[in-house]
C-alpha cells in the first residue's frame, strides 16, 4: 500500500494514480478473500463460527470491493470526488458506525 498510496498522494488530480491504489484494494481483497476461503475449507475457522458469520464475511468483502469499485469509476467526473468517495468507505469500514442504513450497507 505505501506505494500506491504515495503515488496517490503525489499525482492527485491524475486518474491513473486513483486507478493504481483501487488495483492494489482490489488485489488486497481478492487476497483476503481467497485466506478466508481457504481457512474456512482447511478447518481453521473456530468450529462455533456459524454458517451466517461465514456468509457476512464473504459479503463484506465483496461489498467493499464494489463500493471501492463504484468510487474508482468516479474518478471519470473528478479524481478528487473519487479520493473523497473511497476515503469515506474505508473509514466506514474501519469504524463501523452502528446506523442502520450503514450496516445495511457494509453488511
Known sequence: MP?????LADFLEFR????VYWLNLLML?????????????????????DAQ?????????V????LWAVGAA?????P???VGFILVMQLIYAATP????VRRIIG
Open 16 to 19: 491513473t494514480a486513483v486507478l
Open 80 to 82: 478528487l470526488l473519487s
Open 29 to 49: 481483497g481478492i487476497t483476503l478473500f481467497a485466506s478466508w476461503r481457504y481457512a474456512e475449507k482447511s478447518g481453521f475457522v473456530a468450529e462455533d463460527v
Open 98 to 101: 452502528n446506523v442502520k442504513w
Open 74 to 78: 468516479l474518478c471519470l467526473i473528478t
Open 63 to 66: 461489498k467493499a470491493q464494489i
Open 3 to 7: 506505494f500506491s498510496t504515495d503515488l
Open 53 to 61: 458469520t461465514k456468509r457476512t464475511v464473504y459479503l463484506r468483502i
